[in-house]
């Protein structure tokens, strides 16, 4: 098995998050999300594709190839179980659990991954409620509603944040949001597009469509 450095492992993960299914990525949009510049992600592309990790051909854009795609996602399967480690078993809060995952990651002795999964009892979802691959890269994907989209008094589920950064989870803590809440939304208002939702037993709150378009649900119906 090849090990690979941070840097390398940062453009791979970066690359899957951003090619979707079956699309490619630009240069451009690589650098922009590693906030480095073109020409050092073209350096790093020749690195990648001479270990056949992608596919990649100057200005046609690149994908991972399929050796790649499984390293992405063994690296996003560390990430995810460290997460859910910090959180359940350190407590630490789920606006601090990326930050320390984003370098607890690049540890990639297998045999700790499979005994921390182990340990934690095999999760299938993160404390944002992304879905953890399981050793053999398997990822499910979960019915999910974004929160704009649901029906007014239904009943739902949080299932998964979009957003991820501290502020953003930080709003959500503060307003008692978090993966399992339940909630409801009791009314949109056209001027806005914000809207006033239940959670829970608490009083009625209005969140901004902002903050909405980042909150997904799950529910029956």
């Known amino acids: 098995m090849l090990n690979y450095s941070t840097s390398e492992e940062n453009y791979i993960k970066a690359i899957y998050r951003l ?3 079956d699309g490619t990525v630009s240069t451009n949009a690589l650098a922009n999300a590693l906030r480095t510049k073109p020409a050092s992600v073209t350096d790093m592309m020749k690195k990648l594709k001479a270990k056949k990790l ?5 200005y046609q854009g690149f994908r991972l190839s399929q050796e790649g ?16 480690f910090l959180a359940e078993k350190l407590l630490f ?5 990326h930050e320390v995952a984003e370098e607890l990651e690049h540890v990639s002795n297998k045999k700790l991954i499979d005994k921390l999964d182990e340990f934690l009892g095999f999760p299938r979802v993160d404390p944002h409620g992304d879905p953890i691959p399981d050793a053999n890269g398997k990822i499910e994907v979960y019915k999910r509603t974004c929160l704009t989209e649901l029906p007014l008094q239904q ?3 949080v299932s998964n944040v979009k957003d991820q950064s501290s502020p953003i989870l930080e709003l959500l803590e503060h307003m008692k949001i978090r993966i399992g809440t339940k909630l409801e939304v009791k009314k949109r208002f056209e001027f806005d597009e914000s809207m006033e939702i239940k959670i829970g ?21």
Do not use: C, M, T
């Open 19 to 21: 090619q979707g299914s």
């Open 54 to 58: 992608l596919h990649y051909q100057p």
């Open 69 to 84: 795609s499984r390293v992405a996602l063994g690296i996003i399967r560390r990430h995810r179980l460290w997460e859910f």
């Open 93 to 97: 809060s789920w606006d601090e659990v």
């Open 155 to 157: 009943a739902a589920i």
């Open 201 to 221: 037993r608490l009083p009625a709150v209005l969140i901004s469509k902002q903050l909405a378009e980042n909150i997904f649900v799950k529910y029956e119906g």
